[in-house]
Structure formats: C-alpha cells, structure tokens
T-cell receptor, first 117, second 112 residues
Framework: AQKVTQAQTEISVVEKEDVTLDCVYE???????LFWYKQPPSGELVFLIR??????QNEISGRYSWNFQKSTSSFNFTITASQVVDSAVYFC??????????????FGIGTKLQVIP | DGGITQSPKYLFRKEGQNVTLSCEQN?????MYWYRQDPGQGLRLIYY???????QKGDIAEGYSVSREKKESFPLTVTSAQKNPTAFYLC???????????FGSGTRLTVV
C-alpha cells in the first residue's frame, strides 16, 4: 500500500519569509510519480509539479523549489519570499500501480499555509 | 478554453434522496476521477475511469455510483445508501494518472 504523510497541518508565516512544506511517502513500487497541488480558497486544485522516481534533480520554478530525496522518501516544497497569494492548502500526492494493474494516486491530507501581510 | 466543468457548485439534498453531480471535460483526456474532500482527511478516491464504458471503485465507493457513456462526461450519483454525504466533491481528468490531474472547481453537497 502506498501512503503520503504531510505532518504539518497548518503553517503561518509573515510575508517575505521562506517556508518549506514537508512530504514523506511510502511505496513498494520502483517506478512512481510524485506531485504537488495548490488549492486556493476557491476550491479548485492546481497542478504545480510532477517528478518521476528516477529523477532526483531538484527543480526551481520562480519562487518555488522542490527537493526530492529518495534516500529519505521525501519530496519537500519550498516557497521563497512568500506572498499573500501563496495562502492556500498544498497537497502532496503519489502515483503508483494498484494490484489490478491500474495507476492510483494517493494524496496527503494537505498543509494549510497562511501568509500574513 | 479547455477544462473541467462541475455543476452545480452548491447542492442541497434531503435525507433519502439520490442526487447526481455533473462533470464534463473538453480536454480529450481518457481518464477521469471523483474525489471526496473532508476537513482533515485530504482527498479520497471514490471512483475512476480509464476509458469509456469502464470504471473501477476507489477507496470509498460505497453509497456512490458512476457511469462513463461518453469520453467527456463522468457523472457521480450520491445514493441514499451513503450515510454521510456532506462533503466537497472534486472531479479530475488526466491523460493518464502518471500525468498531472486537471481538477474541476468542485461541488459542495450538504444534506439538510
């Protein structure tokens, strides 16, 4: 069975601070994919990034960066110089094979980030 | 613009009634999904469909039913057998589950 743990349920930071959202996963698959999604107050989840299990290079996209470490089964997400618009719930997710041969995505419970002006 | 449309945005159901949530996509995606979101529990998979006329139960399928008669449409029926249906329901689609999902804006269902 696969599992995604987001231990931080809520985080508050002051605008312009850096913040890291943690994600730890469990899977028996050798090939899998990891994702991060953002859910603003409007409710719709927005795809941020996908990473496959063979690519451990860190990625940076503007103020966002992701640190994938297979050795610790972690896929952490850092926002640099946070802004009020970053306030949202962030979900980490893992895609792997089910026993029936279908791909299945498991989501963490989410981390609610509040950026205070 | 391509995307997923969920309707209605808010839905109220009396106990004992069945209700159907609509999900339509124009992204030409093969796979579609229904998730339920409750506070503190993240997203839980109800049903998913990889191709037309085929669908599989997710982790919490009891009390729900779906159909996939067209590629574009994946409606979810919440039946009276679902004992605690009040939740936020999200529909998603993807080229395949290894790709990122595109989500709809959700339907908030409340039992009155």
């Amino acid at each position: 069975a696969q599992k995604v743990t987001q231990a931080q349920t809520e985080i508050s930071v002051v605008e312009k601070e850096d913040v890291t959202l943690d994600c730890v996963y469990e899977t028996r698959d050798t090939t899998y994919y990891l994702f991060w999604y953002k859910q603003p107050p409007s409710g719709e989840l927005v795809f941020l990034i996908r990473r496959n299990s063979f690519d451990e290079q860190n990625e940076i996209s503007g103020r966002y960066s992701w640190n994938f470490q297979k050795s610790t089964s972690s896929f952490n997400f850092t926002i640099t110089a946070s802004q009020v618009v970053d306030s949202a719930v962030y979900f980490c997710a893992l895609s792997g094979l089910t026993s029936g041969g279908y791909q299945k995505v498991t989501f963490g419970i989410g981390t609610k980030l509040q950026v205070i002006p | 613009d391509g995307g997923i449309t969920q309707s209605p945005k808010y839905l109220f159901r009396k106990e004992g009634q069945n209700v159907t949530l609509s999900c339509e996509q124009n992204l030409n995606h093969d796979a579609m999904y229904w998730y339920r979101q409750d506070p503190g529990q993240g997203l839980r998979l109800i049903y998913y469909s990889q191709i037309v006329n085929d669908f599989q139960k997710g982790d919490i399928a009891e009390g729900y039913s779906v159909s996939r008669e067209k590629k574009e449409s994946f409606p979810l029926t919440v039946t009276s057998a679902q004992k605690n249906p009040t939740a936020f329901y999200l529909c998603a689609s993807s080229m395949a589950s290894n790709y990122g999902y595109t989500f709809g804006s959700g339907t908030r269902l409340t039992v009155v």
